[in-house]
């Protein structure tokens, strides 16, 4: 979890997204870190250097998106032609790999966390927030690139939040910490109007 969200009995660490301007050129496989894919494929041993090769990669950040490279192999379980393949994990630079496509960092999507926990942000609102900083943005040297639709950021945050190892500091002194039934704010984290179903019945329909 991001450093404002952890509790004193969390182990896993938290890495501060590094800076773009020493990113390095290339993203490279680890010594000892075995590719993984987006399917969930991970190869079981380290891929011999033939087997790696380097495509194009673009990494988004709070203020900009710059372009690089990173080191792959090829997933032995998706069809050639989806072009999917195994990369590494990035997490110690404070990245996430999505898909070895897109690399998007901590602190963007823990800043999106932040922003909806304490003033209900939804996603459409966030994405225009952002995608405006990119226009006014003079980091950087690719400025040409934009940020994610609003539909890739959130399928790409909840990817990110379920690595997360987010532990509990409260609980229900009647239901103790899992209750069976939960009432939350729908708002925030919700999907869009057009995704509406008619045959919806939410829980509170009487």
């Not at 952890?6 to 496989?29: G, I, K, Q």
């Not at 950021?153 to 069976?180: K, M, V």
Request: aromatic share 10%.
């Amino acid at each position: 979890p991001p450093l404002w969200a952890r509790l004193p009995s969390d182990t896993v660490p938290t890495h501060r997204t590094v800076s773009f301007s020493v990113l390095p050129p290339v993203l490279l496989l680890g010594d000892a870190e075995l590719p993984h894919c987006r399917c969930g494929w991970t190869m079981t041993t380290q891929p011999e250097r033939q087997q790696i090769q380097e495509i194009d990669c673009i990494v988004y950040g709070l203020q900009n998106a710059v372009r690089r490279r990173i080191q792959v192999v090829s997933c032995a379980v998706c069809p050639p032609r989806f072009g999917n393949y195994a990369g590494p994990d990035l997490g110690t630079l404070g990245l996430y790999n999505y898909n070895n496509k897109r690399v998007i960092a901590h602190s963007l999507l823990n800043d999106y966390s932040n922003n909806f926990t304490k003033i209900a942000t939804p996603f459409n609102g966030y994405v225009e927030v952002v995608s405006r900083r990119y226009t006014e943005s003079e980091e950087g040297d690719d400025h040409d690139l934009t940020f994610l639709s609003p539909d890739d950021f959130r399928t790409i945050w909840f990817g990110f939040e379920r690595l997360q190892h987010n532990d509990i500091a409260f609980e229900c002194i009647t239901c103790g910490s899992n209750p069976r039934v939960i009432i939350a704010d729908g708002i925030s984290a919700g999907f869009d109007i057009k995704q509406l179903q008619a045959t919806l019945r939410p829980p509170t329909l009487v």
